[in-house]
């Protein structure tokens, strides 16, 4: 296969993308980046690098960080990107970016925006649709609904990540967790979801080097089904302690990799990650001291 970037920078400016996106100020305080690599024949090759990065939006009054979809469709080189919605992991629809290759299982290129990824006889060789957000709680959050048109496996590689803010410095526990589904349309051999790595979702967090480390809360394991139809997927939840001590973390990412079955089998799942800074015995002191003035300045008032 022959290896292609995927980019929205050439079709659309930085400005009209933060139109769509609303409000989009502090942009160089906050970091945010996003990508999909797609491995159509699992042969260790990228054969599609899909950049979101230029689609994520930050607001600064709620501190969100979001994808933004195009009203209409937009084509490029490599396939077409447009709004859709899909029902999440959760049961909900949500509303996602959503894209498809030009190239088809049978390895012809066919640009035509009419012809249907479900096309039983010559189907898109690889879409997914995806919808990612994040806020400053801190909490991040993403979820993903990814196709195997393909008669064999297929690997991907899904990164998601945004500014931790503020930054953490300290101890701090912090949680994460994938739950979702998948969907088999063959009885034999259903559907396999295999982690590309000890298990399928990990995440990371970024010293101010710019070196990361595993926040040792990676969740999703394989799952291998013999039937047709939908199953439950996790949910896989982990937690952790840690404390950052000399160093202090700024950016944290998901990194979801993953091999999917072909014969248009689905994985559908939402990731969520939330860190929270403990406080340091010597700020519940004060906190407690502060407490106490509080309660003894209100006696005062009343005697």
């Known amino acids: 296969m022959t290896f292609k970037q995927v980019t929205w920078a050439a079709l659309l400016s930085v400005a009209a993308i933060a139109a769509q996106a609303g409000t989009v100020s502090n942009a160089a305080q906050i970091q945010k980046s996003g990508s999909i690599l797609i491995d159509l024949d699992n042969n260790g090759s990228t054969?599609?690098?899909?950049?979101?990065?230029?689609?994520?939006?930050?607001?600064?009054?709620?501190g969100n960080v979001f994808l933004t979809a195009p009203t209409s469709p937009v084509l490029d080189a490599a396939g077409m990107w447009s709004s859709t919605t899909f029902t999440g992991a959760n049961g909900q629809l949500q509303t996602g970016l959503a894209w498809h290759s030009w190239q088809t299982v049978n390895g012809t290129v066919d640009n035509n925006s009419s012809l249907s990824p479900t096309d039983s006889s010559n189907p898109w060789a690889a879409s997914f649709v995806?919808?990612?957000?994040?806020?400053?709680?801190?909490?991040?959050?993403?979820?993903?609904?990814?196709?195997?048109?393909?008669?064999?496996?297929?690997?991907?590689?899904?990164?998601?990540?945004e500014s931790l803010d503020p930054a953490v410095s300290g101890p701090f526990t912090v949680s994460a967790d994938i739950e979702g589904s998948v969907s088999?349309?063959?009885?034999?051999?259903?559907?396999?979801?295999?982690?590309?790595?000890?298990?399928?979702?990990?995440?990371?967090?970024?010293?101010?080097?710019?070196?990361?480390?595993?926040?040792?809360?990676?969740?999703?394991?394989?799952?291998?089904t013999s039937t047709s139809g939908t199953q439950h997927y996790g949910a896989y939840t982990?937690?952790?302690?840690?404390?950052?001590?000399?160093?202090?973390?700024?950016y944290w990412e998901f990194r979801t990799k993953f091999t999917l079955s072909g014969?248009?089998?689905?994985?559908?799942?939402?990731?969520?990650?939330?860190?929270?800074?403990?406080?340091?015995?010597e700020s519940l002191s004060l906190l407690a001291a502060g407490g106490l003035a509080l309660v003894a300045l209100a006696r005062r008032r009343r005697a």
């Open 47 to 62: 054969d599609y690098n899909l950049n979101l990065t230029p689609l994520m939006g930050h607001s600064a009054a709620t």
């Open 130 to 161: 995806i919808t990612m957000n994040g806020n400053v709680d801190p909490e991040l959050n993403y979820g993903f609904s990814i196709k195997n048109n393909g008669a064999t496996a297929q690997s991907y590689s899904v990164t998601f990540g």
């Open 184 to 224: 088999s349309v063959q009885s034999s051999p259903g559907v396999t979801v295999s982690p590309v790595g000890s298990q399928v979702q990990g995440l990371f967090l970024r010293r101010l080097d710019g070196t990361f480390v595993n926040a040792g809360v990676d969740v999703g394991n394989a799952l291998s």
């Open 238 to 250: 982990a937690s952790a302690s840690g404390n950052s001590g000399a160093d202090t973390y700024d």
């Open 263 to 281: 014969g248009k089998d689905t994985f559908v799942a939402n990731g969520t990650a939330v860190l929270t800074p403990v406080p340091e015995p």
